[in-house]
């Protein structure tokens, strides 16, 4: 029985949530592969083979794998997947837009968004919003999951000497290409990876005012900057600053929530956090219900007397 999983990569090093998705793999029992699929990307394999846990690197290199390109990643990955019995990938854009086509081809039922491995063919994955846990198992011959990286501590990133192998990279098939990215710079840590958190919510009124007051919070703990889906789709804030189930899943050591309701969809997206500080003036609010630390209290006061008091 072994386990392959896809890593996520910059073709320079190995993105946090494979080591996440290593931790979940090494739990399904077996020997832990992994497939470092890009262009130029050699530092990447070199990197995942350090990974503890780790007994091979398949590295595949051509153009075609340059961008991570659904449609020729997934071609590469079923190019190899007669092998293993566990094909994972992290539960992050990329990994959802690469393991349906996966799982299609291979006609088997995709087990997503897993947070336990129970055993080898039993795993559990939260449902309605995170209010409930379904435990699944499966009969499938090969098993594709997709992992949630909050559910599983990180493999170390070092301390593994797994040998790294060279596999034929697949043909570019053609029906997609890159065009181009944006991609967002920031001083601040991404959002996924942070330790701290502050979130802003609809109380805040206006894209100003979330600068004003919640700019200043992060600053001071070093914090990235969160926002619930009623502010980003207010305009306060931007798409990628949305936290919760059809945002982002976080689970930092804090989770300072402003002027934020707590929706069940904002929960399902921070409720793991370690200590959550929730700060609103009312107090029937459903956020109250899931935090550590809760003061009743008008943000646009209670905020700047945090600031002054740190």
Not at 127 to 151: C, L, W
Request: include cysteine; proline fraction near 5%.
């Amino acid at each position: 029985m072994t386990a392959l999983v896809i890593a996520e990569h910059d073709n320079a090093s190995v993105k946090g949530a494979t080591l996440n998705t290593v931790t979940a793999a090494a739990a399904c029992g077996g020997d832990v592969h992994v497939l470092v699929a890009g262009a130029g990307s050699a530092a990447a394999a070199a990197a995942a083979a350090q990974i503890a846990g780790v007994s091979k690197v398949l590295h595949a290199d051509a153009p075609g794998l340059a961008h991570g390109l659904a449609e020729n990643v997934a071609a590469q990955v079923l190019a190899i997947a007669s092998g293993y019995s566990h094909i994972l990938f992290p539960a992050t854009a990329s990994g959802k837009n690469v393991a349906p086509r996966v799982a299609a081809k291979l006609d088997v039922a995709q087990i997503s968004d897993i947070t336990k491995v129970e055993s080898p063919d039993t795993f559990e994955r939260p449902i309605y919003a995170g209010n409930a846990i379904a435990t699944v198992q499966s009969s499938d011959a090969t098993k594709v999951i997709t992992v949630r990286t909050t559910g599983f501590d990180p493999a170390s990133a070092t301390g593994g000497s797994a040998p790294v192998e060279a596999v034929s990279a697949t043909a570019d098939n053609g029906s997609s290409s890159f065009v181009g990215s944006e991609i967002a710079k920031s001083d601040r840590p991404e959002l996924t990876a942070a330790k701290i958190i502050v979130s802003g919510g609809r109380a805040l009124g206006s894209s100003e005012k979330f600068n004003e007051v919640m700019t200043p919070l992060a600053d001071k703990l070093g914090a990235a900057l969160g926002a619930s889906r009623a502010a980003v789709d207010a305009g306060y804030a931007p798409n990628d600053w949305q936290v919760g189930q059809t945002g982002k899943i976080v689970a930092p050591q804090l989770y300072v929530a402003c002027g934020i309701s707590g929706a069940i969809q904002h929960l399902a997206g921070m409720k793991d956090s370690k200590v959550i500080v929730a700060i609103n003036k009312d107090p029937e609010a459903p956020i109250f219900s899931v935090a550590d630390y809760g003061l009743e209290a008008d943000l646009f006061a209670a905020v700047p007397e945090l600031i002054n008091s740190l």
